[in-house]
């Protein structure tokens, strides 16, 4: 694609950078076919290689984004299977992750717009505020009918209040804390707490650190670590995001440089891809940019680092069924595909691969919050997608993707059984039985 950009706008490293991503791009049209808005919409201004027009002519003028062009970057859920489909290596994350800070710089969004974001980016990265919100949100359910009346923010709302769990689990234990390996140590890793899973969902982490530990793995949750920065930094906010970013740098630089670090294991795939793109994100920034490239090369997707542990064979999946649900984050964010079907596989299961797995589910981060149309028809397909594989069991490794796919099975009142990859792979393993598998543990599906 011909730009024309001024020379002193390639002055700045981050035009610089996108006026690069923009020449790589040669129209072609491949991503149309696999983006789920233009999916669902059939606009080519809501495929990539429309978004990528648009920021291309909002970024050669210098004038603020206009409300064509964030009507359009807003539906986008930068699930990136556009990346694994294009044929050139158009880097549209970085692309749209530029689009959003320009948005955020130059754009004056609606008064409930920003009211809107500015809570999910004051609540939601911090666990503690989290859990206050959902408490208090679980309150207003009754009264969503009503709120979904208001002008503007009211169809939000009421999307919000739907997606809160009927009931919250017990909190995960909190703070910086070691555990140790059983037997031999044979290795040692930082776990990202994280800041939403721990409170929807703290059985992952601790079935992590049942797993890891039981095969001599020492987990340190590091002192100082928080929110990766992902929830804020897809909102354009770039600034909280980098932020977050330089917290977990100097948190698990500090637990490199002391006893050392195999690995910063993430079992949010959302967070992931984040973390991988801590050295892009510091790039120019001198402070940072060794230790955040250090950082980017250690972390690993839980499935990424337990297929280096050869875990052993087991049959204790007896055969059970299981649909596994690939996170864009995980396919496309991350290109890891064929790692934690594995990983099922050798520990008994009958892994089934889903029809249209490449379309995302509409969770995105916070894209079910701020998009609730667009997000409930992905959610719609994806759901009867998994129906379709007759498996009751769905597995996953990221938090956000389970908790849109339980909404989705709850307003088809399917019984389906949601878990993250790495709780099934514990409890073949010798861990806990998982509550929700407590009817079906027993019998094998064909």
Not at 85 to 102: E, F, I, K, Q, W
Not at 180 to 201: D, K
Request: glycine share 10%; with cysteine; net charge neutral.
């Amino acid at each position: 694609m011909q730009t024309n950009f001024r020379p002193e706008q390639l002055r700045e490293p981050q035009m610089q950078e996108s006026e690069k991503i923009l020449r790589t791009c040669v129209h072609c049209g491949f991503c149309t076919a696999t983006c789920p808005t233009y999916l669902l919409l059939g606009d080519e201004l809501d495929s990539p290689r429309g978004r990528i027009y648009l920021v291309k002519d909002m970024l050669e003028s210098g004038k603020p984004a206009t409300k064509e062009v964030v009507t359009h970057i807003d539906r986008c859920l930068s699930c990136l299977s556009c990346m694994t489909t294009c044929p050139s290596g158009v880097n549209y994350m970085h692309l749209v992750d530029h689009a959003r800070a320009y948005i955020e710089e130059t754009y004056h969004r609606p008064w409930h717009d920003r009211l809107l974001r500015a809570v999910l980016a004051a609540v939601l990265p911090y666990p503690r505020r989290f859990r206050l919100a959902l408490r208090a949100a679980h309150l207003g359910k009754p009264l969503a009918f009503l709120l979904a009346k208001l002008p503007s923010i009211g169809p939000r709302l009421a999307a919000m209040l739907a997606l809160v769990p009927d009931r919250l689990p017990p909190g995960a234990a909190e703070g910086p804390r070691v555990i140790p390996a059983q037997g031999e140590r044979r290795g040692r890793i930082a776990l990202l707490g994280g800041c939403a899973q721990p409170v929807l969902n703290p059985d992952i982490n601790e079935a992590t650190i049942r797993l890891l530990t039981r095969h001599g793995i020492e987990v340190v949750l590091a002192e100082g670590e928080g929110c990766c920065g992902a929830l804020v930094h897809h909102m354009g906010r770039e600034e909280a995001s980098h932020a977050f970013a330089a917290r977990n740098i100097d948190a698990w630089t500090r637990e490199i440089e002391g006893e050392g670090l195999d690995a910063i294991v993430i079992t949010a795939s959302g967070c992931g891809t984040t973390i991988k793109d801590y050295g892009f994100m510091f790039r120019d920034d001198p402070a940072y940019r060794d230790r955040a490239a250090r950082v980017a090369g250690l972390a690993k997707d839980i499935t990424e680092y337990l297929a280096t542990l050869d875990l052993p064979r087991t049959t204790r999946g007896n055969g059970l069924v299981v649909a596994y649900h690939s996170a864009c984050s995980m396919q496309h964010g991350q290109q890891i595909k064929d790692t934690p079907k594995t990983l099922l596989s050798r520990a008994g299961f009958t892994v089934k691969d889903v029809p249209e797995g490449h379309i995302c589910c509409g969770s995105a981060g916070t894209y079910n919050l701020l998009q609730p149309e667009l997000s409930a028809g992905l959610r719609e397909r994806k759901t009867a997608n998994l129906l379709r594989t007759g498996a009751p069991i769905v597995a996953t490794g990221n938090i956000g993707c389970l908790e849109q796919l339980r909404k989705g099975f709850a307003e088809r009142n399917a019984g389906m059984i949601l878990l993250h990859t790495v709780e099934l792979l514990d409890w073949a393993d010798g861990g806990p039985l998982p509550p929700a598998m407590a009817g079906v543990a027993g019998s094998a599906t064909a």
